[in-house]
């Protein structure tokens, strides 16, 4: 018998069908008829979410650290003062539509588990010590800056900050410094580069640090829609689990198209959309 971590992508996402079918004859054979009634696209759609990289099986809980807008931009923004009536604190936080997304997707895959949102300026040491996961680069969130500067990965952000034109990921790599750049057309985005990043949280080792990090917003959308557009999250999770199978700490860069202004999800099966990985094969 193969382990499950030898099966690519398609012979487990089979093996879970044959599972699911099998559960469901069980139960009807010991008269368990609502159980079996339940079984199907629904139940099979759950049991999925129930697992991949954003299933966090111990049921603790998960922290969301966005980073906060610069002050600058709050100021020219309603109802991000906190003296209006009607201030509403989601408003200075940084990729919105990337949030919404993902605490949506964890919510749904681990309903046991509390799922609270932080703003990276308002972390306290009890938020530290819980399953992050991590929205944006070093630009604005300082957690994601602070923990790759700490964590062992070989993959560097420059900031963006003042020169958009100079914003690349740098992978040290055999002694030599690979540079992954977004691409622009004058100034319209149509490629930009995305990091996805798994760990053991440095700040309680029972926990995790998950980091969805682009150079520009749609990049770190598209990141996390890898694993929650529901087309591509069971394939991008069987490749995780399959390339990096017993590792806790691994890292892809890959590259996010965008059309007519649309993300488009990455398909991380597709090698020319994995940029770079670490570590490499055999390492």
Known sequence: MLDENELDADERARRRELEEELLALRDAANGNHAAAQSAGPVSEELRRLHSGPL???????????????????????????????????????????????L?????????????????????????????LVLLGGVDWNFLTRNLLDKLDVPVAQVT?????????????????????????????????????????NPYNRLRTVTIFNGMFGRGTYGAVRSLTDER??????????????????FSILTSVQIVRGEVLTPDWTVPETRLHEWPGPGE
């Open 232 to 249: 591509f999250r069971d394939r991008n999770g069987g490749y995780l689990a399959t390339r990096f199978a017993g590792r806790d700490t």
């Open 55 to 101: 299933y966090f099986a111990d049921g603790r809980p998960v922290t969301i650290v966005c980073a906060r807008l610069p002050r600058d931009m709050r100021e020219g923004m309603p109802y991000t003062d906190p003296r209006e009536p009607d201030y509403t604190e989601a408003y200075t936080l940084a990729d919105l539509d990337t949030l919404l997304e």
């Open 160 to 200: 963006r900050i003042g020169d958009e034109t100079g914003a690349a990921f740098e992978v040290q790599e055999g002694g030599e410094t690979l540079t992954l750049a977004p691409r622009l057309v004058g100034t319209e985005l149509v490629e930009d580069v995305a990091h996805f990043y798994r760990a053991a």
């Open 103 to 131: 605490q949506g997707h964890i919510r749904a895959a681990n309903p046991l588990s509390k799922v609270a949102i932080r703003a990276d300026d308002a972390l306290v040491a009890d938020d530290l010590t819980t399953h």
